[in-house]
C-alpha cells in the first residue's frame, strides 16, 4: 500500500514491511517458510520492519509446534536501517 498522511513532507518517503499472526507450526509455517517471508521482507528493502506479534501457533489443528527455538532464528536475518520492532502480540 502507498499512503500520504495529511502533513507529511513532501518527497519524504518511508518502506515499512509489517510481519504479522506468523503463527508458527507444521505443517502450514516452517522454519523454512518463515526464513523464506524473511528474505521476502529484506528484499523489499524496507527503512523499517515491525513484527506485530503472535508468533507461535495457537491451535491444536496442527500436525507439530515449533518452538522459539527454531522460528526466532528464521527471523533474525531481518535487517532495516531505522531497525526491526517487535511486539508480543
Known sequence: Y??????????????VVALAD??????????ERI?????????LQPDLIVLLGDYAAGTRL?????GSSEWAPALSGLKAPLGVWSILG
Not at 513532501?10 to 518502506?15: K, M, T
Not at 506468523?22 to 522454519?31: F, K, L, Q, S, V
Not at 496442527?62 to 515449533?66: C, P, Q, R, T
Open 2 to 15: 502507498s499512503l500520504t498522511p495529511p502533513t507529511w513532507p513532501a518527497g519524504l518517503r518511508l518502506r
Open 22 to 31: 506468523i503463527h508458527a507450526c507444521r505443517p502450514w509455517m516452517t522454519p
Open 35 to 43: 526464513r523464506s517471508l524473511s528474505e521476502r521482507a529484506n528484499s
Open 62 to 66: 496442527v500436525s507439530d509446534w515449533v
